[in-house]
């Protein structure tokens, strides 16, 4: 059974940076690709960001293309997500999600792990 928990959510003001991790359980984190999913209030989950199981290949929502940054650590089973110049429109719970495949998708139907969510809430 694979677990993922994610932390480093929070209240930051619009501008500003956080960074979430995603600490995954078992042994064999370095073969599946990880991805980032964003809910909001009354709106459906979106892609946020995902990478391959080398971290070789990165993929990005337009909405966050410039702004965000996708990593993994394969030594400490963790993804990464660095958040900078954070907007209102940013406030969701985020999620991060495993899939048992060497590449990353922008659907989340393709993911077979999922964690409990982080609240981020960016004021303006």
């Known amino acids: 059974q694979v677990q993922l928990v994610e932390s480093g959510g929070g209240l930051v003001q619009a501008g500003g940076s956080l960074r979430l991790s995603c600490a995954v359980s078992?042994?064999?984190?370095?073969?599946?690709?990880m991805g980032w999913f964003r809910q909001a209030p009354g709106k459906e989950r979106e892609f946020v960001a995902t990478?391959?199981?080398?971290?070789?290949?990165?993929s990005y929502a337009s909405s966050v293309k410039g702004r965000f940054t996708i990593s993994r650590d394969n030594g400490k089973n963790t993804v990464y997500l660095q958040m900078n110049n954070l907007k209102p429109e940013d406030t969701a719970v985020y999620y991060c999600?495993?899939?048992?495949?060497?590449?990353?998708?922008?659907?989340?139907?393709?993911?077979?792990?999922w964690g409990q969510g982080t609240q981020v809430t960016v004021s303006s």
């Open positions: 999600a495993a899939r048992r495949a060497g590449w990353g998708s922008s659907s989340y139907p393709a993911y077979d792990y």
């Open positions: 990478i391959s199981v080398s971290g070789g290949s990165t």
């Open positions: 078992g042994r064999t984190f370095s073969s599946y690709a």
